[in-house]
């Protein structure tokens, strides 16, 4: 009993003593902290020797070298197809397994569990960041104006690093985002997550008149002058 309790009492202070000074998140390792704190200062330390793109860690670098090496180490057991990344692999299984995230309150299904977390806060009107606190330090540069990443080849300067490797996309050429379905690459993550609903079906737009629904903003738009009669 005396040594849990001993153990306890070390687990306790280190949590106390390892604690982030912006968001108050608690670590047991002071490098768990110091990676941590990286979310918060934006701090890059590892960079691609090919396109100069950079990462928080190691292991992201290490997965985007595949995009430049075509390597593709992880494969489907039923169909053979490869992934780069295992995370790509486990979502490319439910195509076969059927496995789905849904939403209680309006039956809404996604393919990952974070997809799902960041949907229900919709209903819920759950926030759950605020501007003082964790990475929404990028928010407040709404209001100072910010910019502190730049372009090291023309120079333009940005608000946040992703917005500054979404720029560099018209520089490189590079397209990191592919559909694991039919293999089309996009530079942006949302493009890619639209180009989706054309593989899953999924339509996550309705017209409130009539309730037909539509898997891109612009379709609704356009639907929506079958009931005003506008034109244009």
């Known amino acids: 009993i005396y040594m849990y309790a001993s ?4 687990q306790s202070k280190c949590k106390t003593d390892l604690a982030c000074q912006i968001c108050g998140k608690t670590f047991l390792y002071k490098c768990k902290l110091n990676y941590h704190m990286r979310t918060h200062t934006g701090e890059k330390l590892v960079s691609c020797q090919t396109c100069g793109k950079t990462f928080l860690w190691q292991s992201k670098l290490k997965e985007h070298m595949r995009s430049h090496t075509g390597e593709k180490p992880f494969s489907c057991q039923t169909c053979g197809k490869a992934f780069t990344e295992k ?3 486990r ?8 496995e789905v995230f849904s939403c209680e309150t309006c039956g809404k299904t996604f393919m990952w569990h974070s997809q799902l977390l960041g949907h229900v806060r919709t209903h819920t009107g759950e926030k759950p960041f605020s501007c003082e606190f964790s990475r929404l330090t990028v928010h407040m540069r709404i209001h100072t104006g910010e910019k502190p990443f730049s372009c090291q080849m ?3 300067t940005f608000t946040h690093q992703n ?5 560099m996309t018209s520089h490189t050429g590079e ?7 039919c293999g089309k690459v996009f530079n942006m993550q949302n493009s890619l997550t639209r180009h989706m609903r054309i593989h899953t079906g999924e339509k ?10 539509f898997n891109q903003q612009s379709h609704l738009t356009y639907h929506m002058r079958s009931h005003t009669g506008k034109k244009r």
Do not use: D, W
């Not at 917005?163 to 720029?167: A, K, Q």
């Not at 397209?175 to 379905?181: E, G, I």
């Open 87 to 89: 995370s790509k692999l």
């Open 175 to 181: 397209k990191p985002y592919s559909c694991q379905t």
């Open 204 to 213: 996550h737009i309705s017209c409130q008149t009539c309730g037909k629904a």
């Open 163 to 167: 917005s500054l490797n979404f720029h």
């Open 154 to 156: 023309c120079g333009k």
């Open 91 to 98: 979502q490319h299984m439910r195509s076969h397994t059927g």
């Open 7 to 10: 153990h306890t009492e070390v």
